[in-house]
């Protein structure tokens, strides 16, 4: 689908508001595949647990590679099945240990050696998917996003449905294992900054590879090898394209660009070091700036302001035509924190500078981990004692909301607002 991305004039071949419409009914309608409830089996403390793998592209076969490591470095762990809509990809990632290859995911939820899913499909899969395995009485790891841009009811219920049902859900926020953020939260508890007031951050990329995907095999067609329709789950019906398939970080009906794909790499650990909950209110800006000569639907630009009732606002700008980073600021009535070279977020950063309204600035050392490995080794844990992971789907849940309330915004050119009650976007 070819739209005309000039900004700041917003006609389009396909209005916004008739997309916000159109996307809303096919969420609305979403089936999921196990509409009955599975115990699943209860892990012991000494018992191997078995992972099973729902999407195994690029972050997917990245998880594949961690959990390896995992099992390599003396985890209880077994890969036991890899489930993909692409035959290629999917036999190319049950080879090296052997794991049971399933087209479709149901057939993989119904394994009983499958203890734990990890879930690293297109956005709007996430969701639908990870409620199917906790009624299969799966534990699972869910790919940030928490779900697409407009399923923001459908996050909601799955948070429900997994209170509910008690399984755990680690989404893939991995910020939230970084020890880094542990010494900012600690300095705003003992009143380095005084009050809390104004953040600014940021994500600098130069480049399009994130939204445009390599397409691995040009000849691709759906069939007995590529099943288009798993692909597509409630997103609208449209005919097949080897870029929709292969490159759909590109297009709206899958993905939302900076604000869901890289911002909540910025936000989380934000919203957990600094006690934050749900915005009051959110306003999207930013457009496609930079990469207009092909089927683009996503930002390349992207900005959001959230006002918290913690009387505090958090602004973040992201580009992906420059890289140059600036240092986030933390900012309270009786100082400052900047944070250097955070990098890609997740890991950490070098340092944090303090600097109070009186007195001397001093340096506090930072720290840089792989915080994946530790998302998945807090997962584990919890999966054994049955506790809260570090990015349950209530913390994440507030992440999501910010990205939803700040894309739903941009593209209907509204302020977004959040009834914290019962936790509704309103627009």
């Known amino acids: 689908m070819n739209l005309d991305h000039s900004f700041p004039a917003r006609s389009r071949s396909l209005s916004r508001r008739n997309f916000i419409s159109s996307a809303a009914r096919a969420a609305a309608g979403a089936a999921v595949a196990f509409p009955f409830v599975s115990r699943g089996r209860v892990v012991g403390a000494n018992d191997r647990i078995g992972v099973g793998f729902i999407g195994v592209g690029g972050r997917g076969g990245s998880h594949l590679a961690t959990v390896q490591r995992l099992i390599n470095a003396g985890e209880n762990l077994k890969i036991v099945a890899v489930n993909d809509a692409f035959r290629y990809r999917l036999e190319e990632a049950a080879k090296p240990s052997g ?31 990870a409620i199917d395995a906790i ?106 394209t080897v870029q929709r398939f292969f490159s759909w970080r590109k297009y709206l009906d899958y993905a939302g660009g900076p604000s869901t794909d890289l911002f909540p790499h910025v936000l989380t650990p934000l919203v957990s070091a600094l006690g934050l909950t749900y915005p009051e209110r959110a306003v999207g800006s930013g457009g496609i700036f930079k990469y207009t000569t092909y089927d683009r639907e996503v930002p390349d630009t992207f900005n959001m302001c959230l006002d918290y009732p913690e009387k505090a606002s958090v602004v973040l700008v992201c580009t992906l ?66 506790e809260k992971p570090v990015s349950d789907v209530d913390f994440a849940l507030k992440v999501q909301a910010a990205m939803c309330m700040s894309m739903e915004g941009y593209l209907k050119d509204k302020v977004a607002k959040f009834d914290q009650k019962n936790l509704k976007i309103l627009l």
């Open 99 to 129: 794991a049971k290859a399933y087209m479709k995911h149901a057939d993989l939820l119904a394994n009983p050696e499958v203890d734990v899913v990890c879930i690293a499909t297109p956005d709007r899969l996430h969701v639908p998917q």
């Open 321 to 386: 035509s420059n890289e140059f980073i600036t240092d986030p600021v933390i900012r309270g009535d009786e100082g400052a924190l900047t944070l250097h070279n955070p990098g890609g977020w997740t890991d950490g950063f070098d340092s944090i500078t303090v600097i109070p309204k009186k007195g001397e600035k001093r340096i506090v050392p930072g720290q840089r981990v792989e915080s994946t490995s530790l998302h998945w080794k807090n997962l584990i844990q919890c999966v054994r004692s049955r």
């Open 135 to 240: 009624r299969a009485g799966k534990d699972v790891y869910c790919e940030k996003p928490m779900g697409h841009w407009s399923q923001f009811d459908l996050a909601r219920d799955f948070c429900e449905e997994t209170r509910k049902l008690k399984r755990i859900v680690q989404v893939g926020n991995q910020g939230n294992s970084s020890p880094a953020w542990g010494k900012v939260r600690d300095l705003v508890q003992q009143g380095a900054i005084g009050r809390l007031q104004h953040v600014e951050a940021g994500f600098y990329r130069d480049g399009d590879w994130g939204e445009r995907m390599p397409i691995v095999d040009p000849d691709a067609v759906p069939g007995p090898d590529l099943d288009w329709e798993a692909f597509l789950g409630d997103a609208p019906k449209v005919p097949f």
